[in-house]
């Protein structure tokens, strides 16, 4: 009886897993979400006069971090609990295997794209990509930086990246990827997805380096948002692949149990009548 009861529990368990996500508040329409992404602006130079405060509160404009090297931008808002921290980590590890130095050879720059943010949220966020960073002593080469809604916006229009805020949700919808900069602040190239290749991010720096301008993407940016316009339903990135995680688990456990109880099934055909 109570095997029945804990099998009957664990699938209940694995539908409502497989199932989520009725019931929650509204997302943004397909049409909406199709806005966020990238106008690629190749050639473009970028306001530099714009000012932003880096982790430590320091104000300080954009053209601090260019003259000498290229940069590689990335734009998150740091309160994300979607694909933002699965970019981050996948570009840690990306820049993990560059033999390129940051702060030496580029300078890796991070802007949130939402004014809410701030110094503090900034410094978390920086601790937390660090843990996973194989080059701590170079941690100066990167600043993560927050401003206004002036700012962003600018910043944001000069790059062609469109973002679209979900207010009931308090999310954004926005295009994943980082911009290539030259070292005067012309974008010179994009580079689109989670998992980054440092051999893609190697080539597109040391082109930025000599200021060259790169060629335009052909490929369309991933985006991180509560709505997957692909399949038309309420997921994420991450809670796909929570979802996915647990009903593994599920199917695990029930896996373990049958073993467990194969005994007992052995005993019960023994000792039955006819046997």
């Not at 990306?94 to 809410?116: E, K, Q």
């Not at 949220?121 to 206004?148: C, E, S």
């Not at 985006?223 to 995680?245: E, F, H, K, W």
Request: hydrophobic share 40%; with cysteine; net charge negative.
């Amino acid at each position: 009886m109570m095997r029945s009861i804990v099998i009957a529990t664990l699938a209940a368990v694995y539908l409502v897993v497989i199932s989520g996500g009725h019931g929650m508040a509204e997302e943004l329409s397909p049409s909406q979400v199709d806005t966020a992404q990238y106008t690629q602006r190749l050639g473009q130079s970028l306001p530099l006069e714009l000012t932003f405060r880096d982790e430590t509160g320091r104000r300080a404009s954009l053209a601090e971090f260019f003259g000498g090297r290229p940069v590689l931008l990335s734009l998150n808002y740091f309160h994300c609990q979607y694909v933002c921290p699965i970019e981050e980590s996948g570009l840690v590890s990306a820049v993990n295997g560059l033999s390129l130095s940051m702060g030496r050879d580029y300078t890796l720059v991070t802007v949130s794209i939402d004014p809410r943010d701030g110094p503090a949220d900034a410094i978390q966020v920086k601790a937390t990509g660090l843990r996973g960073y194989d080059r701590p002593q170079d941690a100066a080469g990167w600043h993560v930086l927050t401003g206004d809604a002036a700012s962003i916006t600018r910043l944001t229009q000069a790059l062609g990246f469109q973002d679209v805020y979900d207010a009931q949700n308090d999310a954004y919808a926005h295009p994943i990827g980082v911009v290539v900069i030259t070292p005067g602040g012309l974008i010179s190239q994009y580079v689109y997805g989670l998992d980054f290749s440092s051999t893609d991010l190697r080539t597109a720096l040391t082109d930025a380096g000599t200021g060259r301008v790169g060629k335009l993407f052909d490929g369309a940016a991933l985006i991180c948002y509560l709505y997957d316009p692909l399949t038309g339903q309420y997921t994420s990135l991450a809670l796909n692949l929570m979802r996915v995680g647990a009903a593994v688990g599920v199917l695990l456990t029930l896996t373990f149990l049958g073993w467990l109880w194969r005994d007992e099934l052995r005993h019960h055909r023994v000792g039955s009548p006819g046997a």
